[in-house]
T-cell receptor
């Protein structure tokens, strides 16, 4: 029973390139959440998605960042024209269709460490 | 955006109980208190959650005050592997926002 799978674990990009981060939720989970963690800081919410829908993107930067969760396949967090300030750990979490407090909240992946050089 | 207040850091001796406090004075009646921890750079790990009753599982105990304005996470016998950042989060529906947490250091 695999958990939340994120890949790649480490990603190095040059300034101006694009970064694509993938997240496969736990089996049976249809809600996906992305968080960003800058060095020595806490996790900051970015976006909440259900299949084919963005539910809450209030934490997403207005430019260069986008997210999708297609009907088939993993959720993708895309960062265009990366800059050094995008260097961070990006964590994905998933939850069941109905977030009930009988469940264990969110299940997190191991994260993708993005380094922009 | 976080609705909780935690001390930034705490120390605990190995084998002793670690008591991590959290204030959530603006919590509403249908909001739960969740605790997660993050060991080094790993993904956050669920510990425990509760509404108003005290809760216990194999990892920890959660004590929630009667007025629900604060809670305490108790690790009964802390080990070196419990060194981590501990996050107290107030959750309603699908909204889980993390604060800065408490960095717990367990010392030999």
């Amino acid at each position: 029973n695999a958990g939340v799978m994120q890949n790649p674990r480490h990603l190095v990009r040059r300034r101006g390139q694009e970064a694509r981060l993938r997240c496969s939720p736990m089996k049976g989970h249809s809600h996906v959440y992305w968080y960003r963690q800058l060095p020595e800081e806490g996790l900051k919410f970015m976006v909440y998605l259900q299949k084919e829908n963005i539910i809450d993107e209030s934490g997403m930067p207005k430019e260069r960042f986008s997210a999708e969760f297609p009907k088939e396949g993993p959720s993708i967090l895309r960062i265009q024209q990366v800059v050094r300030g995008d260097s961070a750990a990006y964590f994905c979490a998933s939850s069941p269709e109905t977030f009930k407090h009988t469940h264990y909240g969110y299940t997190f992946g191991s994260g993708t460490r993005l380094t922009v050089v | 955006d976080a609705k909780t207040t935690q001390p930034p850091s705490m120390d605990c001796a190995e084998g002793r109980a670690a008591n991590l406090p959290c204030n959530h004075s603006t919590i509403s009646g249908n909001e739960y208190v969740y605790w997660y921890r993050q060991i080094h750079s790993q993904g956050p790990q669920y510990i425990i959650h509760g509404l108003k009753n005290n809760e216990t599982n194999e990892m920890a105990s959660l004590i929630i005050t009667e007025d629900r304005k604060s809670s305490t996470l108790i690790l009964p016998h802390a080990t070196l592997r419990d060194t981590a950042v501990y996050y107290c989060i107030v959750v309603n529906n699908n909204d889980m926002r993390f604060g800065a947490g408490t960095r717990l250091t367990v010392k030999p």
